[in-house]
């Protein structure tokens, strides 16, 4: 049996304001293109399949899609993260059973299994552990908790059938390796989850985590099929090409497509305007951080100039003073409100306001306090 384990699209998001749909849509030609060469059998979706809980319009149209697509080439598995609507994701999911695409998105179907011809194929979405703790009688609160019961039931169903198991879930399992892009899941007790939960399976197909971990051989996190924050700067993104025989393994990674490479930078502007060293970052998207002494004027207009992909600007001057941890009553008291606004001016522009900014900064002061005394 051959499946394609993938997860966390995250159709809809964007990167800092740049519209991934395009680059979303060639993910999914990719992958439709991989379960027909590579004649796959099933596809497991661990979750996170939208951004958020109510997707655009437009990213309901490209899962619709892809799910189409995929249902056409092989048996489709999908279950909720913890950025999907349980109750949208899930609807009409009793309808898609029949057109091979098996959407599993509530606790109450944990422990029915999905059968591609002999594998049971279970599906665990993601749990936040106090809306299950009351209708699974839990006696403990956290993640482990939930996913302990979750396999419990599963466990019971596999000694029925003997079958060889799959199992999808959306968790974070100690051992793999977070990014700044996952949405923190701690607020349902402690995140991480121990790998020994899922013992007695065949293959665990792991969601929410961004990067591919393999956790262990049996136990896999495909990661997000794009980067979704710069700490991923280094990943290779893709999906799990996974051969079940016999109780045997074999994982594949199978990389998707980048649609543009992620890159930092970092030194005084002029610097990195000049230096030939940084041709090939021209046409990746960028982080830039400058330690300039004084913040440069026009700065993102400039750095687009030459790099024209340039994302997030960040400014770290080298030698900077120690931060000012006095309260901003503190920092305030006694001082004029002209004295304010021009701290506050030459803190954004990294200058000194000029004589006629501070002219037209005493107008606006006095004009506001005639005002007052009018009312």
């Known amino acids: 049996m051959r499946f394609l384990h993938t997860s966390d699209w995250h159709l809809g998001r964007s990167f800092h304001r740049e519209d991934l ?50 249902a056409e080439q092989a048996r489709v598995v999908l279950i909720a993260g913890n950025h999907d609507s349980a109750h949208r994701l899930g ?12 959407v599993r998105t509530g606790f109450a179907t944990v422990g029915r299994p999905v059968m591609i011809e002999d594998v049971a ?16 009688e839990l006696t403990r609160r956290g993640h482990t908790a939930a996913l302990t019961e979750a396999m419990r039931r599963i466990r019971a169903d596999q000694a029925e059938r003997g079958a060889p198991s799959v199992v999808l879930a959306h968790a974070f399992v100690t051992g793999g390796e977070p990014s700044d892009s996952e949405r923190d899941i701690s607020v349902g007790g402690i995140a991480d989850v121990p790998a020994a939960v899922f013992e007695g399976v065949d293959y665990v197909a792991l969601g929410h985590l961004h990067g591919r971990w393999p956790v262990t051989d049996r136990v896999r996190y495909s990661g997000s099929p794009l980067a979704y924050s710069f700490s991923e700067e280094h990943h290779e993104k893709g999906s799990w090409l996974v051969d079940l025989n ?5 994982a594949e990674f199978v990389a998707a497509p980048v649609p543009r490479r992620l890159g930092r930078l970092a030194g005084r502007l002029e610097e990195l305007l000049a230096d030939p060293a ?40 080298e030698g900077g003073a120690a931060a000012d941890r006095r309260t901003w009553t503190e920092r305030v008291r006694g001082r ?39 009312r």
């Not at 060639?26 to 979750?47: I, K, N, P, Q, Y």
């Not at 200058?351 to 306090?369: I, N, Q």
Request: aromatic letters at 6%; glycine letters at 6%.
């Open 21 to 70: 749909l395009t680059a979303q849509a060639a993910f999914v030609d990719h992958l439709v293109e991989t379960v027909r060469a590579e004649r796959v059998d099933c596809v497991l979706v661990s979750g996170d399949v939208y951004d958020r809980a109510l997707p655009p319009v437009d990213a309901v149209r490209l899962c619709d899609e892809a799910l189409r697509r995929l």
């Open 246 to 250: 016999d109780g045997e393994i074999h």
């Open 121 to 136: 194929v279970y599906g665990i979405p993601y749990l936040e552990p106090e809306l299950v703790r009351a209708p699974w």
């Open 278 to 317: 940084h041709e090939p970052l021209e046409d990746r998207w960028l982080h830039v951080t400058l330690t300039d002494g004084k913040r440069p004027q026009g700065a993102m207009e400039r750095l687009r100039a030459r790099f024209p992909h340039t994302l997030v600007l960040t400014f770290a001057p």
């Open 91 to 102: 609807f009409g999911a009793d309808l898609m059973d029949t057109a091979g695409v098996h």
């Open 336 to 374: 004029s409100e002209t004295d304010i606004a021009r701290d506050f001016l030459a803190e954004v522009t990294g200058a000194d306001p000029a004589e006629a900014e501070l002219a037209l900064l005493g107008e606006a002061f006095e004009d506001c306090r005639r005002r007052e005394a009018l």
